[in-house]
């Protein structure tokens, strides 16, 4: 079956720092893969998407380029700033056998901005 | 901009209890999900739901679980008799189409708490 994988939080940056959350995922078809961001108290909100290998996807000073060849897609942010304190969930998406989608999520990674 | 709602935002029961978790998809969307969230443990995928019948569940959504889409907006979880561990957050989402590439979008979720 699928998988996703995220490094273990939580990490802890200070404001300006540069970040790399890792992801890597096992799956039997050609999934997209997606970023999500759960901030405190709120649920789960798209933060980014690519469909297909070597898509970078990107929003708000987030960037992560779906490499097939080592089945990753790792979220990197070249400024976090303390706003960007969150919950970061990788995932992937596929299709099962009878057409319908299934979204697989990885464990999740806290970060921690600190002024 | 359009948005999954979920009703309530949480709510305690006894063990043994039944209770009902609301949501409004994506008015356009038609393919719809529960998914839940142990706390500090991952997401994991529930059930799916497309013209009217389940179209895939985890092992996790028992007999003590069903849904339904009682009117043209509504999509509820249902769980009959609750145990310590049902215990979670729940996240509805929908999206417009079965295709792994469709982002699902996500409600703010339930919490429920079983005591």
């Known amino acids: 079956g699928n998988s996703v994988t995220q490094m273990e939080g939580p990490v802890t940056l200070s404001e300006e720092a540069f970040l790399t959350i890792n992801c890597t995922y096992t799956a039997t078809g050609y999934p997209s893969l997606f970023w999500y961001v759960q901030y405190p108290g709120e649920g789960l909100q798209l933060l980014l998407k690519a469909t297909k290998a070597d898509d970078k996807g990107s929003n708000k000073g987030f960037e992560a380029t779906y490499r097939k060849e080592t089945t990753s897609f790792h979220l990197e942010k070249g400024s976090v700033q303390v706003s960007d304190s969150a919950v970061y969930f990788c995932?992937?998406?596929?299709?099962?056998?009878?057409?319908?989608?299934?979204?697989?999520f990885g464990t999740g990674t806290k970060l921690q901005v600190i002024p | 901009e359009p948005e999954v709602t979920q009703t309530p935002s949480h709510q305690v029961t006894q063990m043994g209890q039944e209770v009902i978790l609301r949501c409004v998809p994506i008015?356009?969307?038609?393919?719809f999900y529960w998914y839940r969230q142990i706390l500090g443990q991952k997401v994991e995928f529930l059930v799916s739901?497309?013209?009217?019948?389940?179209?895939?569940k985890s092992e996790i959504f028992d007999d003590q679980f069903s849904v339904e889409r009682p009117d043209g907006s509504n999509f509820t979880l249902k769980i009959r008799s609750t145990k310590l561990e049902d215990s979670a957050m729940y996240f509805c989402?929908?999206?417009?189409?079965?295709?792994?590439?469709?982002?699902?979008?996500f409600g703010q979720g339930t919490r429920l708490t079983v005591v």
């Open positions: 739901f497309y013209n009217n019948e389940i179209s895939e």
């Open positions: 989402a929908s999206t417009q189409t079965g295709q792994g590439a469709m982002p699902a979008f």
């Open positions: 995932a992937l998406s596929d299709q099962n056998s009878g057409g319908y989608q299934k979204v697989t």
């Open positions: 008015s356009n969307h038609l393919y």
